[in-house]
């Protein structure tokens, strides 16, 4: 009961007490009723390889000044989001709350269900799709995903690469699979299968 309790109390409508609260416009209500069953991971750094900067809060937040950097003319008025992003020091950030339908997924399918944006919680890690991650992330990454399934009926965790394929590639190759399950302790067929 008291792991329970604790769980319990680390949400509050849909927020994490322990990660950094940043409130992105680019969010709406899920359809009801929502089956909150599915992680999205996905893989972002803005510029793209470059780390350790504010951008990727920025475009969450519309913030972002277009003019920065060459690349970010080619994302121009994009209003995305994610629930969740983990830093390369593993620092968890929140945008939206997961009982709301951040804007993650784009066009994706899972399972036979379409716009995956209704049922799932999107999670970004600050990195370069087919390229390693760190240790502290995976940390933040299993912390993150125990806490979730003990609030959200969650069977499965994929990458966006599995619900977009041909148009997505994140988070990619140097994302371990195996190393995630093992951590987190669950079924093998909550994960990639192609993955094991």
Same mark, same amino acid.
Request: hydrophobic share 40%; glycine share 10%; charged share 15%.
């Given at each position: ?24 416009p680019n969010f709406g209500a899920r359809p ?29 937040? *519309?913030?972002? %000044?277009? =003019?920065?950097?060459?690349?970010? $003319?080619?994302?121009? !008025? ?6 969740? /992003? ?19 997924a784009g066009q994706s399918s899972f399972m036979?269900?379409? *716009?995956?944006? %209704?049922? =799932?919680?999107?999670?970004?890690? $600050?990195?370069?799709? !087919? ?6 992330? /995976? ?30 590639f994140d988070p990619g190759a140097g994302f ?21």
């Amino acid at each position: 009961m008291k792991a329970k309790a604790e769980n319990v109390a680390a949400w509050q409508s849909g927020w994490l007490s322990t990660a950094q609260r940043l409130d992105s416009p680019n969010f709406g209500a899920r359809p009801a009723p929502a089956l909150i069953d599915l992680i999205v991971v996905h893989s972002i750094s803005l510029p793209p390889g470059i780390y350790g900067g504010s951008q990727v809060q920025k475009l969450f937040t *519309n913030q972002l %000044d277009w =003019s920065e950097h060459p690349y970010f $003319e080619r994302i121009r !008025g994009m209003q995305v989001s994610s629930h969740f /992003y983990i830093e390369r020091s593993g620092k968890l950030w929140q945008f939206v709350s997961a009982d709301d339908r951040a804007w993650h997924a784009g066009q994706s399918s899972f399972m036979g269900r379409d *716009n995956c944006n %209704d049922f =799932s919680v999107g999670i970004e890690l $600050e990195g370069l799709e !087919g390229q390693l991650f760190e240790a502290t992330q /995976y940390q933040s990454l299993s912390f993150l995903c125990q806490h979730l399934q003990a609030r959200y009926p969650i069977s499965h965790v994929v990458g966006h690469e599995h619900i977009a394929p041909g148009r997505k590639f994140d988070p990619g190759a140097g994302f371990d699979w195996p190393g995630l399950q093992k951590t987190v302790g669950w079924s093998p067929q909550c994960f990639p299968a192609l993955s094991f």
